[in-house]
């Protein structure tokens, strides 16, 4: 399967912690990566291979993965958090890149 | 630090070819550590991933886009291209150019991104 799939949209209280999910059979070979992405502005990467995190980016980002899911966890959610999130690997086949659909997340 | 700033017309008329110009800047495109990517995202629609190419020349290209997709490099002037051809509206998008890590070929990233360059299909 070449395809990622993400919950659409997502929320968290501020200061709480949420897991954005990202599931796909790629994913039992391919680390995913993480971008966040805030209207108008390009993505930013902020998770890539096990759990590595960009200079600059907060500690509160972590990545996990088991099975055919990857996760992004935020854990002590900031206002500033709140943005559009998609994972990305390689599909199945290796010879191509997939996005997900991207999960839209609320801080309340 | 790595730079990429896309660059080309604004607006491309329908069944034309869209071409578009990433221009790398604080590193060189002829590295064996990156590979170069397109990547576009319709507007309030996701991230779709269009084709990547290796400095060497090798290219890798979204099945439901090879048909009509060729990227290439120009390492003298440090910058990839794209060509899309016979577009229709359904390409309007904001198109990125970004920087592609792979270590080994579990891990893949793109960063840095390009601040992108809206394309707008229409006659």
């Known amino acids: 399967s070449s395809e990622l799939t993400q919950d659409p949209a997502v929320s968290v209280a501020l200061g709480q912690t949420v897991r954005i999910t990202c599931q796909g059979d790629?994913?039992?070979?391919?680390?995913a990566s993480w971008y966040q992405q805030k209207p108008g502005q390009a993505p930013v990467l902020v998770i890539y291979?096990?759990?590595n995190r960009p200079s600059g980016i907060p500690d509160r980002f972590s990545g996990s993965s088991s099975g055919n899911t990857a996760s992004l966890t935020i854990t002590g959610a900031q206002a500033e958090d709140e943005a559009d999130y998609y994972c990305n690997s390689r599909d199945s086949s290796g010879n191509s890149w997939v996005f997900g659909g991207g999960t839209k997340l609320t801080v309340l | 630090q790595l730079q990429l700033q896309e660059s080309g017309p604004g607006l491309v008329k329908p069944s034309e070819t869209l071409s578009l110009t990433c221009t790398v800047s604080?590193?060189?495109?002829?590295?064996?550590?990156?590979?170069w990517g397109w990547i576009r995202q319709p507007p309030g629609k996701g991230l779709e991933w269009i084709g990547s190419?290796?400095?060497?020349?090798?290219?890798y290209y979204n099945p439901s886009l090879k048909s009509r997709v060729t990227i290439s490099v120009d390492t003298s002037k440090n910058q990839f291209s794209l060509k899309l051809s016979s577009v229709t509206a359904a390409d309007t998008a904001v198109y990125y150019c970004?920087?592609?890590?792979?270590?080994?070929?579990?891990?893949?990233?793109?960063?840095?991104w390009g601040q992108g360059t809206l394309v707008t299909v229409s006659s």
């Open positions: 790629s994913l039992r070979s391919y680390y």
């Open positions: 291979g096990k759990n």
């Open positions: 970004a920087s592609l890590h792979s270590p080994d070929f579990w891990t893949n990233w793109f960063d840095p």
């Open positions: 604080g590193g060189s495109i002829s590295s064996s550590s990156y590979y």
């Open positions: 190419i290796y400095y060497s020349g090798s290219t």
